[in-house]
């Protein structure tokens, strides 16, 4: 963790949590869980804590009832205050949470936090959901969960593999927007690098770079994508499939001439939360429809 070694951090945390599950144990009602993060949200309401949930951050979008819990700011950019406030028992995250200065308050207030591994692999998901679980007393409801996501994983890769037979894999260039001016692509260890070759297709710049870098015209002709992947929300920001192809080079290459465009609910696309079997699934038939269609501009 930023500010911390990691030695320190995981001895802290597991003393901190220790402490929290024994102050806790077999008095569920006086939880006050604040978690940080849309996927952890979401796996909290899945295991059907949420009634001890009373505070989420703003990624905390899915399901709909979460984003009435009372908001304690963007993941990357809290205020001790603002969740102290709240007086939680148990702060969950992920590991990207902060800023650090903010994770050292809460850490001298002495509130358990439990910083979650990050990882854009199916199993993390399921290390993720048990740990989770555990944390709110429901182990047991957590094993349920896990055998339900590998059956579901089981599922998704037999459809993706029955998908790629005899067809070449789609070249997908995944676009990151906030708005026309604030374009990122993905190179590889990113979250949309995992779920693109989850979902039988080949990032165009994953060799290139590593992480998210801003969109250079020139790099993204010679890559030269069949498909164009997004997010609803980044395409929604930008003005629908006609704004991000506004975007200088995307129009050039031969996913943008064709026009072939996908987007997925941002959380359900790259949150690896309890949905994930379902986005890759979601994720493999668009890719490859669209690529398969190969539909001309009208």
Not at 34 to 58: K, M, N, P
Not at 266 to 288: C, E, K, N, Y
Request: hydrophobic share 45%; glycine share 12%; proline share 5%.
């Amino acid at each position: 963790m930023r500010g911390l070694t990691s030695l320190t951090r995981r001895e802290w945390l597991a003393g901190a949590t220790a402490l929290t599950l024994s102050r806790h144990a077999g008095a569920a009602d006086a939880r006050r869980i604040i978690s940080i993060g849309g996927a952890v949200t979401e796996t909290f309401y899945a295991l059907g804590a949420q009634g001890e949930l009373v505070g989420a951050d703003t990624t905390s979008l899915f399901p709909e009832a979460a984003t009435r819990l009372p908001s304690v700011g963007y993941a990357r950019a809290l205020s001790a205050e603002g969740v102290l406030s709240l007086r939680p028992t148990l702060i969950v995250a992920n590991e990207d949470a902060g800023p650090p200065a903010v994770l050292r308050q809460l850490e001298a207030a002495r509130v358990p936090l439990v910083l979650l591994d990050g990882g854009h692999r199916f199993e993390g998901t399921l290390a993720r959901t048990q740990r989770l679980a555990d944390l709110c007393g429901r182990a047991d409801a957590g094993r349920a969960m896990v055998a339900r996501l590998q059956q579901e994983w089981a599922a998704s890769r037999e459809r993706v593999a029955q998908l790629g037979k005899g067809r070449a894999a789609p070249r997908v260039l995944f676009v990151l927007s906030h708005s026309t001016a604030q374009m990122r692509v993905a190179g590889r260890d990113t979250g949309a690098d995992a779920m693109i070759a989850y979902a039988g297709g080949i990032n165009v710049l994953g060799t290139a770079f590593e992480g998210y870098k801003p969109l250079t015209p020139e790099a993204v002709i010679a890559a030269a994508p069949d498909v164009i992947l997004g997010t609803d929300q980044g395409l929604e920001a930008t003005g629908g499939v006609a704004g991000l192809l506004n975007a200088p080079g995307l129009a050039q290459t031969p996913a943008g001439r064709a026009r072939r465009v996908v987007s997925l609910e941002a959380l359900l696309l790259i949150g690896f939360g309890p949905r994930m079997p379902q986005a890759v699934t979601t994720l493999a038939d668009a890719i490859h429809a669209i690529h398969a269609s190969q539909v001309r501009p009208a």
